[in-house]
Nanobody, 126 residues
Framework: QVQLVESGGGLVQAGGSLRLSCAAS????????MGWFRQTPGQTPGKERE????????????YYADSVKGRFTLSRDNAKNTVYLQMNSLKPEDTAVYYC???????????????WGQGTQVTVSS
């Protein structure tokens, strides 16, 4: 079993920055593909969360949604069992609950769903 704990959400003005962190425990961190997804206010419960970004087990490969490419950067520190999502140039449409996700080797980066964190709220004011 893997436990994921997110932190770093909050309220920020448009154009500002936030850094989200996700700390993992319960399994060798370097064996996990990691990613972030988000769910916007009013989204139909049960509807798939929107893919934001994902990173390979060693950190060499990253993948981003078109909507965040060039603004968000995903990284990981395997020594600290943590992934970081640096979010710059934030827009009101980035407002959502952001969820950390993880999966084993071979997982589809865009549909990670083996393990989830509890979510952290990001609110971008205009």
């Amino acid at each position: 079993q893997v436990q994921l704990v997110e932190s770093g959400g909050g309220l920020v003005q448009a154009g500002g920055s936030l850094r989200l962190s996700c700390a993992a425990s319960g399994r060798t961190f370097g064996s996990l593909v990691m990613g972030w997804f988000r769910q916007t206010p009013g989204q139909t419960p049960g509807k798939e969360r929107e893919f934001v970004a994902a990173i390979s087990r060693g950190g060499a490969r990253t993948y981003y949604a078109d909507s965040v490419k060039g603004r968000f950067t995903l990284s990981r520190d395997n020594a600290k069992n943590t992934v970081y999502l640096q979010m710059n140039s934030l827009k009101p449409e980035d407002t959502a609950v952001y969820y950390c996700a993880a999966g084993p080797r071979g997982s589809n980066y865009y549909t990670l769903n083996d393990y989830w964190g509890q979510g952290t709220q990001v609110t971008v004011s205009s």
